[in-house]
């Protein structure tokens, strides 16, 4: 299938690793012009390096800068003022209780959370809509839906952009531009990794059973792949994906028990 990518210009935040990089590899794969974003320069430029060297003719370009910033997210723009595709992403909270969640906490969550995605959306979708194309996709999570108790940052930031971002879906949808939210849970990549020490210490039990306890959750059996959700992603953003919008994809292995 033919995603109608090639040639469109694609901005993907926090993509040095993990879900991120996922998405900037099936997106660079599918011939967009992709450009990578994290704090760390050395890091992002192994990882342009390592994607032109797997999938050969590919343009890939980076931007170091902390999105998290006004500066940083005028950095963004300024190296890239104008995209067809925005992915936006970042790292979660840490796990915590509510003795933990004061108004600091909360504000922390939301600015990193939250507010980095609205704000790029912000700059980018007036040119989506000018041009009459745009794909939006942020990288939530699943506590979206299903809100784990020591998660409860990561669930209300995340809730907060869901919440806005079906707003603006309806505004721009009639400009031929999408906006769609992608609700990972339990993919391996180091986020996972993080989660299963946590278990180790917690429960002062091994890497093998951390794991064990994990997957068992998991109806397919195992640990979702970034590959898969990266493809995910390209399609979200593709030509094809046009009457998809203000939607909440779960990408979880069967996790989710609700209906809708």
């Not at 990288?139 to 079906?166: E, F, W």
């Amino acid at each position: 299938m033919d995603l109608g990518l090639t040639g469109r210009t694609a901005f993907v935040a926090a993509s040095s690793q993990g879900l991120g990089y996922a998405c900037a590899r099936s997106l660079a794969r599918e011939g967009a012009a992709v450009t990578l974003n994290g704090r760390d320069d050395d890091r992002l430029a192994a990882a342009a390096d390592t994607l032109r060297a797997e999938l050969g003719d590919v343009v890939v370009d980076h931007v170091a800068a902390d999105l998290t910033t006004a500066a940083g997210r005028a950095a963004i723009v300024a190296h890239l003022p104008e995209v067809d595709v925005l992915v936006t992403n970042n790292a979660g909270p840490r796990p915590g209780s509510l003795d933990e969640w004061d108004a600091e906490a909360l504000v922390g969550a939301l600015q990193a959370n939250a507010v980095p995605a609205v704000e790029l959306m912000r700059a980018y979708l007036p040119g989506m809509r000018e041009r009459g194309f745009g794909r939006v996709v942020n990288i939530t999570s699943a506590m979206v839906k299903s809100p784990a108790a020591d998660m409860g940052l990561s669930t209300s930031a995340r809730a907060a952009l869901t919440a806005i971002s079906k707003s603006i879906s309806l505004d721009v949808a009639p400009d031929g531009v999408t906006v769609n939210n992608l609700l990972p849970e339990r993919i391996d990549t180091p986020r996972q990794e993080f989660m299963a020490q946590r278990l180790m210490t917690t429960h002062a039990i091994d890497r093998t059973e951390a794991f064990r306890r994990i997957t068992a959750t998991i109806p397919v059996g195992r640990l979702g792949t970034p590959e898969e959700f990266g493809d995910a992603c390209a399609f979200l953003c593709s030509a094809r994906a046009g009457y998809i919008s203000g939607q909440n994809l779960q990408l979880d292995g069967g996790s989710y028990r609700g209906l809708v």
